[in-house]
């Protein structure tokens, strides 16, 4: 199928963000007194909004959820954001997507004020018609949240959903494209767990950049 529509998830789908995001998680719970040096044990952080995986993950209050996304935030915003690379390939499948007269758009639930500066920092936000990032005043926005607000910049019409696919890593990407009447295309090379995508549902699933290349424009 030829999509007239493509958002992208950011963090594990366009850019390996996974260094800056768990050396923020350490310092955010050496603050609230529960260190943990074992990375592989912060790997459900990725891709999920901070605030509900402080509270699923680490089983915190409200208000100890909210104390340990500021201290996260404390360094991700002076350091952690750019933690971070772009993923071989991202570039020139851009490229060839927005050649062929797609629009593009990213979709993710890391605050949009990071959003900018990340995709800016590495000349990427040239290719996108929208950017939709999660409000950081706000807690609990949910993945169709910001896709709802990404289509919304595209100028989608209700017509238009058949002509768009949701691409991400993560469950929350698939959940949150069916919430909007979105196919999702899953990315294996990001940060989901052995099974997941298929498990929640992902229409297909691609395991490398060109891989997704020739399913967007094949």
Same mark, same amino acid.
């Given at each position: 199928?030829?999509?007239?529509?493509?958002?992208?998830?950011?963090?594990?789908?366009?850019?390996?963000?996974?260094?800056?995001?768990?050396?923020?998680?350490?310092?955010?719970?050496?603050?609230?007194?529960?260190?943990?040096?074992?990375?592989?044990?912060?790997?459900?952080?990725?891709?999920?909004?901070?605030?509900?995986?402080?509270?699923?993950?680490?089983?915190?209050?409200?208000?100890?959820?909210?104390?340990?996304?500021?201290?996260?935030?404390?360094?991700?915003?002076?350091?952690?954001?750019?933690?971070?690379?772009?993923?071989?390939?991202?570039?020139?499948?851009?490229?060839?997507?927005?050649?062929?007269?797609?629009?593009?758009?990213?979709? +993710? !639930?890391?605050?949009?004020?990071?959003?900018?500066? #990340?995709?800016?920092?590495? /000349?990427?936000? %040239?290719?996108? =018609? *929208?950017?939709?990032?999660?409000?950081?005043?706000?807690?609990?926005?949910?993945?169709?949240?910001?896709?709802?607000?990404?289509?919304?910049?595209?100028?989608? +019409? !209700?017509?238009?959903?058949?002509?768009?696919?949701? #691409?991400?890593?993560?469950? /929350?990407?698939? %959940?949150?494209? =069916? *919430?909007?009447?979105?196919?999702?295309?899953?990315?294996?090379?990001?940060?989901?767990?052995?099974?997941?995508?298929?498990?929640?549902?992902?229409?297909?699933?691609?395991?490398?950049?060109?891989?997704?290349?020739?399913?967007?424009?094949?």
């Amino acid at each position: 199928m030829q999509w007239k529509f493509i958002l992208f998830d950011l963090d594990g789908t366009l850019t390996d963000s996974k260094p800056g995001i768990l050396r923020c998680v350490q310092y955010a719970l050496e603050a609230c007194g529960c260190p943990e040096s074992d990375e592989t044990k912060l790997y459900p952080f990725i891709g999920p909004p901070l605030y509900d995986s402080f509270r699923h993950f680490c089983g915190m209050s409200d208000e100890q959820a909210t104390f340990a996304v500021g201290k996260y935030r404390e360094r991700f915003g002076k350091i952690g954001m750019f933690e971070n690379a772009i993923y071989d390939g991202v570039p020139s499948l851009l490229t060839d997507l927005r050649d062929a007269g797609l629009r593009l758009a990213v979709a +993710t !639930s890391k605050p949009e004020i990071y959003t900018l500066q #990340i995709l800016a920092h590495f /000349h990427l936000t %040239e290719y996108f =018609h *929208a950017i939709a990032g999660s409000d950081i005043q706000k807690e609990g926005e949910m993945k169709a949240d910001v896709i709802r607000i990404a289509m919304q910049r595209l100028k989608m +019409t !209700s017509a238009d959903v058949a002509d768009a696919v949701m #691409i991400g890593d993560r469950k /929350h990407d698939v %959940e949150g494209a =069916h *919430a909007c009447g979105l196919p999702c295309i899953g990315v294996s090379y990001g940060y989901a767990p052995e099974g997941e995508l298929k498990a929640f549902g992902a229409s297909s699933i691609v395991a490398t950049i060109d891989e997704l290349k020739q399913v967007l424009l094949h």
